[in-house]
């Protein structure tokens, strides 16, 4: 795995304008001037903001909140805390009842849901139970404030509990549940939204209005940030933009995915320019369509103007294993600060027009019945398809792959991308056996593949 560049004691030049002292810090900036303990006032402020989140997430992904599923104590309880964060940061309450935003949705049968002790059950022909999740919303202007254009930044908090059926973890035995902690899904986005109140509550960022939404129930389907475009609380045609957190807390090196580019034209020269400032400098990954496995999907639909902030899938995704200790905090603040920036961009715009982009769909994907069994890195960029991460028993790591191998061959397909890799699989059917080329440290291996 890649490590961290942000390490903490990593020597750092940036300027950052952050929370409290950002007034302060922005006079002062670039000076290297030394503060307590030998540490430049700018690496103050950012260990101030890193710490910051570092703390929100550990509560967050704390075992009282048992994962947060949607409809289960652990979510209330932690839809709950958000509510007390943003009440003590001065945003206005901005849900229907305080804060907070049920709604209420009824799974479709038949679909199996995995419960543990005794709560499980089957559905089906089953009763179905209704659940109900809470949005927790704040905002930095009276919700009556409709003579002024709105801009609304959000995440989930939601997570998958003791493991529901969107876990990818095995367990050891059959039956086995583990609490997921969802640090980086979505801990860490929730913790950016905060940050961003206590920027704006310190120093306001924009004389416009600001929502800051933390929706519930997106991973079972976006139900959360669905209802609330249904049922807005600020109506949506006063909404000029939305900026979705949803898994930012693993920044590795420099590279950071930006969907949604295409739904304005105004998105690309706010993202260079923010992008040009000290101590941005990121690679960005950019991505046109609004449509993506996320809550910002919900405000394009609505013709609003989006982007998802996203630093890259992992082999800890949807496992017990997404913990608090493995987010780059310092690479988080980067986040903010580029988040602030775009906010700051935005408000000088006379207007933000909507475009509707052409979707990745399915259909032009190849199809393919037999898989590796590995988490891909959609962010790599250099030639073939980077593994990210090797199930067990499955038939890459049967083969000998490993984390960081880069798949050039199948047979003779030749993969370039990702999409070489899928038409690379839809050749062949389970049980036949393949030599795949990988490139491992420098040197090519052909490692001998049994699909299944
Ligand atoms: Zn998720």
Redesign the pocket.
């Known amino acids: 795995m890649k490590t961290s560049l942000f390490g903490h004691l990593a020597p750092l030049t940036f300027c950052f304008s952050i929370g409290l002292s950002a007034a302060v810090l922005l006079v002062s900036c670039g000076s290297g001037e030394s503060g307590h303990d030998g540490l430049s006032i700018e690496d103050m402020g950012l260990t101030a903001s890193a710490d910051a989140m570092r703390a929100d997430v550990e509560v967050l992904t704390d075992a009282r909140f048992e994962g947060r599923e949607t409809g289960k104590p652990g979510a209330y309880a932690a839809g709950d805390w958000i509510a007390g964060r943003m009440e003590a940061l001065g945003l206005t309450a901005a849900g229907d009842s305080g804060y907070h935003q049920a709604f209420r949705y009824k799974p479709h049968p038949p679909m199996q849901v995995h419960g543990h002790g005794d709560s499980s059950m089957t559905m089906g022909m089953a009763v179905v139970q209704e659940i109900v999740g809470k949005n927790v919303i704040g905002a930095t202007a009276a919700l009556s404030d409709t003579t002024r254009r709105w801009g609304v930044f959000g995440c989930h908090h939601d ?1 998958l509990g003791w493991g529901d059926e ?1 876990s990818l973890w095995r367990g050891v035995a059959e039956g086995d549940s583990a609490m997921h902690p969802g640090a980086d ?2 801990a860490s986005g929730v913790a950016l939204l905060l940050e961003l109140a206590s920027r704006h509550s310190a120093v306001p960022m924009v004389d416009h209005p600001l929502l800051m939404a933390s929706f519930s129930g997106e ?1 079972k389907g976006l139900w959360g940030s669905n209802h609330f475009t249904d049922e807005p609380t600020v109506g949506l045609e006063h909404v000029d933009w939305m900026i979705n957190f949803d898994m930012v807390g693993r920044l590795r090196g420099d590279t950071l995915a930006v969907y949604g580019n295409g739904t304005s034209p105004v998105w690309n020269g706010i993202l260079d320019s923010c992008n040009a400032r000290d101590g941005a400098g990121f690679e960005l990954v950019l991505s046109e369509s609004g449509v993506g496995p996320s809550d910002h999907t919900s405000f394009y639909l609505e013709d609003i103007p989006v982007l998802h902030f996203f630093t890259g899938q992992h082999e800890d995704y ?1 496992k017990p294993t997404d913990t608090s200790d493995k987010l780059n905090y310092e690479g988080m603040v980067r986040i903010a600060d580029f988040a602030q920036c775009l906010a700051q961009e935005l408000a000088l715009q006379d207007s933000i027009p909507f475009t509707k982009t052409k979707d990745s769909s399915n259909d032009d994907a190849p199809r393919f019945k037999v898989t590796l069994g590995v988490v891909p890195d959609y962010l790599f960029s250099g030639t073939g398809m980077r593994i990210d991460g090797v199930s067990e028993g499955r038939p890459a790591q049967l083969a000998g792959m490993e984390k960081g191998d880069v798949v050039l061959r199948i047979g003779d397909h030749e993969v370039l991308d990702m999409m070489g890799y899928m038409e690379g699989l839809s050749m062949y059917e389970e049980g036949q056996t393949t030599p795949v080329e990988v490139m491992r440290k420098g040197e090519k291996l052909v490692l001998d593949v049994t699909w299944d």
Request: hydrophobic residues 0%.
């Open positions: 997570h969107n899904d979505n991973e949807h």
